[in-house]
């Protein structure tokens, strides 16, 4: 048998998504996380490509947290023959249940919606990434255990699961195989997080693979009260201008969070009566297991909160269609960055009016048409339709899942002594470096992988890197410029219309020309140099 574990980064390594490590120690090997890679188009192209390994030979699979993000390849790797258990909580048990079919069903509308196209009609079928059986047959796999206790994932490896305070069920993952201890962050919870305690986690350690999502945030602290108040003065703001609230939210626990504050700002008459439109059944049915283990959440008794008079969870299509015409409600609508779902089109309805405000809450990745909106877009494109952007946008930052850059900063300093490397995972290239600044001194070793790299971890010192990572996935994992195309052909009319005359106008027409003629020169130029 090896003597040292070998582990091979597969997803979120300068990017905040598609968590997925391999761990390989003799003839055994074990996954941390299975995710889906989400944001840009070309991010999403890599939930295509064949997985790295074979999955009929990953003896077992420890889950982190129900997130697709860590959650959302599962379904594929059951369908491509992995036979061996997934090991999770029981709280992330129960929202894969709903996660993971959920996935399945935006998977198998995608591939319907691509196939419906008539301009596809000559190409081969677009099959979905998975489907609902896909999901079912994962979820078959699911082992659960509770925090802080051992288990033995597969011959060699000793694992126990620690509060991560993220979200419902989150955990990290310690891990000893071999000789060898390490400890996967998943994802971590902030300080005075409503229903959770703050992350905990083993020290001394060979190795630490931290997620750093928030590295280069500092949140100014903010406790439950102060969050609650800031969103009572927002929502108070935007109802005094007479339009909706629009809302985007991740179904599963920024939805909980919100409703939870809301409740209560409505009982201690600190916003007025207001109708709240929970409009995403996945979010409805997330709350549900919510109020199944209100007992064990911190401010949420028997999860009573959840029935308040003034909330409706809004299941029709056409129940959903008829939100078109409120007018000073507060509508809850996923996806959360949107990408998809029912919140594009309050979006649609909402975007033009100057009445209305939207309301970020949660994090925007890079391309997403949240992340448009909140970067000030003047129009953006919704199902094909060219939405002028009148609407208030707003942010509120506090209601963070994730620890800020001091908070991750903090956590691995208490997961001290580690004797080998620290790998920073999980966020966009600033967040990554800042980090790393900020930790460099403290640990010997501060590694931060590419998707692909292989290393050895050894016990006692740090990791050695045995294979580099894949350049051709680099491009896939920044901005790509299709959405910089978008946006920049979005707001062009508009840019153009601002130039004081016709004179002008024709001017930076005929200049914009003759800029993207030089790029063709400078390519011929090249070419007759070979
Ligand atoms: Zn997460």
Redesign the pocket.
Known sequence: MAAEPILTVHGAAQTVTGSCFEIEHGDRRLLVDCGLFQGSRSLETLNYRPFAFDPGRIHAVILT?A?I??SGLLPRLAAEGFRGPIWCTPPTRDLLAVMLPDSARIQEQEAERRNRRTDRADEPAVTPLYTSDDADAAIGLVRTVGLEQSFAPAEGFEARFWNAG??LG?ASAELKVGDVRMLFS??LGPEHKSFHLDPQGPHGLDHLICESTYGDRDREETTADERRAHLGDEVERALAAGGNLVVPVFALERTQELLLDLARLIDQGRIRAVQVFIDSPLASRVTEIFRGYGHRLEDLGDGEVFDHPAFHFVESVETSMRLNSVSGAIILAASGMCEAGRIRHHLRHNLARQDSTILFVGFQAQGTLGRAILDGARRVRISGRDIAVRAAIRRIDSYS?HADRGELADWAKARRPLWGSLFLVHGERAALESLRADLADLFPSVRIPEIGETYALPAGAPARRLATGRAELREAIGRDWQNDYADFAANLKNELRRIEDDERRREALATMREVLQGFRDHKAKRQARR
Do not use: F, L, R
């Open positions: 947290h997130h993000d860590h993220h979200i989150s998943g994802d899942a």
